[in-house]
């Protein structure tokens, strides 16, 4: 696992989910219906949990994780960031409603993630 090529997603994603955040609370709080804001929250939520999830991957120690699992859990918790966030933000700075239909598959994602960590944990002899 290259773990610089993750510090550097998870830097990005951290900033993105704090400039977010702060973009909602300041800008869009008077432009947006409440239930927009509802929604870009939820994923500037989920950006953050989703990149607090990647950090402590990363950290754990690549002996205790089966390593491909591991792999796996990051690529499906990056994809799962791409695919729900991505498309609930772009649903709000567009209003183009099909983009809704990819969130669901970036919610499959994050849960792919979690099953490969499981995985992981169960480890390959």
């Given at each position: 696992?290259?773990?610089?090529?993750?510090?550097?997603?998870?830097?990005?994603?951290?900033?993105?989910?704090?400039?977010?955040?702060?973009?909602?609370?300041?800008i869009?709080?008077?432009?947006?219906?409440?239930?927009?804001?509802?929604?870009?929250?939820?994923?500037?939520?989920?950006?953050?949990?989703?990149?607090?999830?990647?950090?402590?991957?990363?950290?754990?120690?690549?002996?205790?994780?089966?390593?491909?699992?591991?792999?796996?859990?990051?690529?499906?918790?990056?994809?799962?960031?791409?695919?729900?966030?991505?498309?609930?933000?772009?649903?709000?700075?567009?209003?183009i409603?099909?983009?809704?239909?990819?969130?669901?598959?970036?919610?499959?994602?994050?849960?792919?993630?979690?099953?490969?960590?499981?995985f992981?944990?169960?480890?390959?002899?």
């Amino acid at each position: 696992m290259n773990k610089l090529f993750w510090i550097k997603v998870i830097a990005v994603n951290g900033l993105l989910s704090v400039v977010l955040g702060a973009f909602t609370a300041h800008i869009l709080e008077g432009v947006l219906t409440a239930q927009r804001i509802e929604t870009f929250n939820t994923a500037v939520d989920y950006q953050i949990y989703h990149t607090l999830a990647l950090l402590g991957l990363i950290c754990i120690d690549d002996k205790l994780l089966a390593m491909r699992w591991k792999k796996y859990a990051a690529v499906f918790f990056l994809l799962g960031i791409i695919l729900f966030c991505g498309s609930l933000y772009l649903l709000i700075a567009t209003n183009i409603s099909k983009l809704a239909m990819l969130t669901p598959l970036g919610g499959l994602s994050f849960m792919i993630g979690w099953i490969m960590l499981l995985f992981a944990a169960i480890r390959e002899n």
